[in-house]
Antibody
Framework: EVQLLDSGGGLVQPGGSLRLSCAAS????????MSWVRQAPGKGLEWVSG????????NYADSVKGRFTISRDNSKNTLYLQMNSLRAEDTAVYYC?????????????WGQGTLVTVSS | DIQMTQSPSTLSASVGDRVTITCRAS??????LAWYQQKPGKAPKALIN???FLESGAPPRFSGSGSGTEFTLTINSLQPDDFATYYC?????????FGPGTTVDIK
């Protein structure tokens, strides 16, 4: 059974940093692209960032480019999102999502989400 | 970036109704379009991929069609479990944008 366990969310002040993690199990993690998708309170889904199976191809939404860094450790079956220079508008539930193959970014499985709140 | 729109934004329907949601893209996606269902407080669930292929585990009353820039999601014989918000997503090119969502509520 595919499982994605998101963690690392919390309350952080504007300008602060946070690192999210997503522990994957139930599939061969190293053979799939992965993404982070967020959802601000009461709003729709926003794709944030994704990387391919070996992390050699990385993409970001313009809204986070230069502030967020996605990475993966295939030896630990874990996806990360390092978030720096956080702003109030980054407040959202962040979901990790499994891609459909090595460089396919539609998501067939999702984590439960972790809430990031940026506030003073 | 590819812009995605959905119509309607809200749809009121009754159990047993046939419901259709439209998703439009600002440029051609070929068939790289997915549909998701989301209920309040829950993660999205995949319904349709490549515009018309039913995801494993998704009920067969859900179907998708379209290509290029216009796509539809149809729910045949709406069930109580189907009242939710539906999103389309293009995965043709980065950034892999979502539509704004369509909420299906009870008439």
């Amino acid at each position: 059974e595919v499982q994605l366990l998101d963690s690392g969310g919390g309350l952080v002040q504007p300008g602060g940093s946070l690192r999210l993690s997503c522990a994957a199990s139930g599939f061969t993690f190293s053979k799939y692209a992965m993404s982070w998708v967020r959802q601000a309170p009461g709003k729709g889904l926003e794709w944030v960032s994704g990387l391919n199976d070996n992390g050699g191809n990385i993409n970001y939404a313009d809204s986070v480019k230069g502030r967020f860094t996605i990475s993966r450790d295939n030896s630990k079956n874990t996806l990360y999102l390092q978030m720096n220079s956080l702003r109030a508008e980054d407040t959202a539930v962040y979901y990790c999502a499994k891609g459909c193959d090595i460089s396919c970014y539609r998501s067939d499985y999702w984590g439960q989400g972790t809430l990031v709140t940026v506030s003073s | 970036d590819i812009q995605m729109t959905q119509s309607p934004s809200t749809l009121s329907a009754s159990v047993g109704d046939r419901v259709t949601i439209t998703c439009r893209a600002s440029q051609s996606l070929s068939q790289y379009l997915a549909w998701y269902q989301q209920k309040p407080g829950k993660a999205p669930k995949a319904l349709i991929n490549r515009a018309s292929f039913l995801e494993s585990g998704a009920p067969p009353r859900f179907s998708g069609s379209g290509s290029g820039t216009e796509f539809t999601l149809t729910i045949n014989s709406l069930q109580p479990d189907d009242f939710a918000t539906y999103y389309c997503q293009q995965y043709y090119t980065s950034p892999f944008t979502f539509g704004p969502g369509t909420t299906v509520d009870i008439k």
